[in-house]
């Protein structure tokens, strides 16, 4: 069970410990997306689409080429480009085919080609090799019209999404101030209420009950809505709320990154939080190291208002201000100050020893200085 710094569990509102990495993307799902950024077409090895990619990053096989295979890892997608295909055109063609042979017996999840004016054209020979040894192996070969650098941008973006690190959490996530608050705390203590009221103050909406979180890179958590909840809310008395509906769509977001993890208290003790906002917490989430604020509910507190606060403050200390921190130092400035005004340094003796340096003659005047000296009269 993750916890806070407190040490307490569930019932203080701590995250579950499940974390769902997913085991990895099918070939044919990534063809069949629209949201990849680059048009991709499958040109040979159809029966193995069922292939799963598990990992982000794309790799480039130059070297593997030229037969130095160390480093290759079948789970990413390797990608071949203008050097790599005019390197395989330019082979005898008993060594192209020899060269592709060895390459696809990697198991490879897949290969993409970026097309151009000099790759994969019509009557290639490295065209053909190639789309042979991906049916003889089964391996996915897809082609981009795309040059790599840009191919691969848009993969990355895509893989990142699609195979990052995913949890699970019960709380509620609002965008206020684009401050992302995950509001989380025991069942009833009233986070549906608290976004209801922020969303009627102009804040927007972002996911009731269920919060889906995944890792994006580098070091940042998202939370989005269940995609059977999203823009959905719940209140007691009142029941099923489409935020939606109900106020417009500049209500409700689709997703936000997370900067703050609140913890809803409930009869909360005085050491349960803090006074002075010197004590900084954080919610270890996907990994990532979250501020995390405890603050305790009770009747007639306006919690909207607080949250916002919290929004604001926030944005404060992202800009390098600490307002806990600022009001201490000059405390400990003052008492500093006092200090030695109350104790003051010792006066040197009249007579200085002979080892002590000669007195420093004082500095003369800011007005006198300059001026000739003063006649006698």
């Not at 769902?20 to 048009?39: C, F, N, T, W, Y």
């Not at 390459?103 to 090799?129: H, I, K």
């Not at 400990?332 to 020893?353: D, I, N, Y």
């Not at 002979?354 to 003659?361: D, L």
Request: with cysteine; charged share 25%; aromatic share 2%.
């Amino acid at each position: 069970m993750a916890e806070g710094r407190d040490g307490k569990g569930a019932s203080r509102g701590a995250l579950p410990p499940a974390e769902i990495k997913p085991e990895g993307l099918r070939v044919a799902d990534l063809l069949s997306d629209d949201g990849v950024g680059v048009p991709l077409t499958l040109a040979g090895g159809e029966d193995g689409v069922d292939r799963l990619v598990r990992a982000s990053r794309i790799q480039k096989s130059g070297l593997a080429l030229a037969g130095h295979f160390h480093g290759i890892e079948p789970g990413r997608i390797q990608i071949l480009g203008v050097t790599e295909m005019t390197y395989l055109d330019k082979l005898r063609r008993e060594r192209c085919e020899a060269t592709v042979r060895r390459y696809f017996a990697l198991d490879l999840c897949a290969v993409v080609v970026s097309e151009s004016d000099q790759t994969m054209r019509q009557g290639s020979m490295a065209r053909e090799v190639l789309i042979d040894a991906a049916d003889e192996s089964d391996t996915p070969l897809i082609v981009s019209p795309e040059r790599s650098s840009r191919t691969i941008l848009a993969l990355h973006g895509y893989l990142d999404e699609r195979l990052a690190p995913r949890q699970r959490v019960h709380g509620v996530l609002v965008d206020v101030f684009e401050i992302g608050l995950l509001m989380l705390g025991p069942s009833g203590i009233g986070k549906s209420e608290v976004a209801l009221e922020l969303v009627m103050r102009g804040h927007r909406l972002v996911a009731d009950d269920v919060v889906e979180c995944h890792y994006r890179p580098p070091g940042m958590v998202f939370g989005a809505a269940a995609d059977l909840l999203r823009h959905h809310l719940e209140v007691r008395g009142l029941g099923i709320l489409n935020i939606k509906n109900l106020f417009g769509v500049t209500a409700v977001r689709d997703r936000k990154r997370i900067d703050v993890v609140v913890r809803l208290l409930e009869h909360a003790g005085e050491g349960d939080y803090d006074r002075l906002g010197l004590d900084q917490r954080h919610q270890r989430l996907l990994g990532v190291e979250v501020p995390q604020l405890d603050i305790p509910v009770r009747p007639g507190r306006d919690m909207a208002s607080i949250l916002e606060i919290a929004a604001r403050n926030e944005l404060l200390k992202q800009a390098g201000h600490h307002p806990g921190a600022e009001l201490v130092s000059r405390i400990e400035g003052s008492m500093r100050g006092r200090s030695e005004s109350e104790f003051p340094a010792p006066m040197p003796s009249a007579k200085p020893s002979a080892s002590a340096p000669a007195p420093v003659t004082a500095r003369p005047p800011e007005s006198s200085v300059g001026l000739p000296p003063r006649k006698k009269k």
